[in-house]
């Protein structure tokens, strides 16, 4: 299976009963994963899951609280220096510094790793035409776009050639162009080789990035595989979504019962999980309803994602 560990190649991250406490307050709960070389891996959750918590103590600024991890082989809470220099780290939050040049951002940044003049440069280069960004050496950090200081936040986390690249919600704010410009240039580390652990919102990002990725909930891991075969397990081939007049809704008093694996009722519509959309229409005609509104789609990511962790909003 694509993404697991082997005998000839141990994870980069081997992860046994993790946890991370602060005070009374549990924000990692004992969870367990690995992440292979080369591997896309993904953390998804509502709000307050432990995603953050867990990218913390991966990129070593975070000491966990209890349980085992390792990175590229060694601890985190002995080997932090090693391993961060090592890694890439794509924070969620731009830290640019917007009065220096765009080359100089990463100039500078090659630096923490001790790389010589020479060598910086020369990454520069590289790394900007990578991001597109080759045009915009000389020009001044402020007045760039958001997906242009996301790009070179990225190109920035590649000075130094990691063997690792973490990425908190490394899309968030973006528009679509942006986004998929963004999510292009990760496709390209994937193929070179670069292995890749993200945490993202966005469903379609997971569906297009990862690998394999696991779902987080109230700081447990709740469930994990890649996104066919979660959609495989937690949802059904397709969704019929059914939208009815204004108030009739209310009435339907169980007429749709037994039409699906599974009837979910929203406050605008209501979601049929079946093996059959169309099938399912058929059916619900012949039971004398008529919908305002008819959608046959097949299930997603974010299908899952919402059964799992329910459609409350987490503050």
């Avoid at 697991?4 to 004992?30: M, W, Y």
């Avoid at 432990?50 to 000491?63: D, E, N």
């Avoid at 058929?282 to 004398?288: L, P, Q, S």
Wanted: proline content about 6%; aromatic content about 6%; some cysteine.
């Amino acid at each position: 299976m694509p993404g697991v560990p082997t005998e000839t190649s141990p994870p980069l991250i081997h992860a046994r009963g993790l946890t991370k406490r602060f005070g009374d307050f549990t924000a990692v709960d004992g969870i367990d994963f690995d992440v292979a070389p080369g591997e896309a891996f993904g953390f998804l959750g509502p709000n307050g899951a432990g995603k953050t918590s867990t990218m913390r103590m991966i990129g070593c600024v975070s000491p966990r609280t209890g349980g085992t991890l390792d990175v590229l082989g060694m601890d985190p809470n002995n080997d932090g220096p090693a391993i961060r220099a090592r890694l890439g780290v794509i924070p969620q939050q731009d830290t640019l510094d917007t009065e220096l040049t765009v080359q100089e951002n990463l100039w500078i940044y090659a630096r923490y790793f001790d790389l010589s003049y020479k060598v910086a440069k020369e990454r520069t280069t590289e790394l900007l035409e990578f991001v597109q960004l080759q045009d915009r050496a000389k020009a001044e950090v402020e007045p760039l776009s958001g997906g242009m200081k996301r790009r070179l936040t990225i190109a920035r986390g590649l000075i130094n050639e990691p063997d690792l690249l973490l990425l908190d919600e490394p899309t968030t704010g973006l528009d679509p162009q942006a986004r998929h410009l963004l999510w292009d240039r990760l496709y390209r580390l994937k193929q070179r080789g670069v292995t890749l652990v993200l945490t993202t919102h966005y469903m379609d990002e997971a569906e297009q990035l990862c690998d394999r990725l696991v779902v987080m909930d109230k700081a447990k891991i709740v469930a994990e595989g890649s996104p066919r075969e979660l959609i495989e397990q937690h949802a059904t081939k397709e969704v019929l979504e059914l939208r009815f007049p204004v108030g009739v809704q209310e009435t339907l008093d169980g007429q749709l019962d037994g039409l699906a694996d599974r009837i979910e009722q929203l406050p605008d519509r209501m979601l049929l999980y079946t093996a059959d959309g169309d099938a399912t229409v058929v059916a619900v005609h012949e039971r004398g309803l008529t919908p305002e509104s008819v959608l046959v789609r097949r299930s997603t990511l974010e299908d899952v994602f919402l059964r799992l962790t329910g459609r409350t909003l987490i503050e």
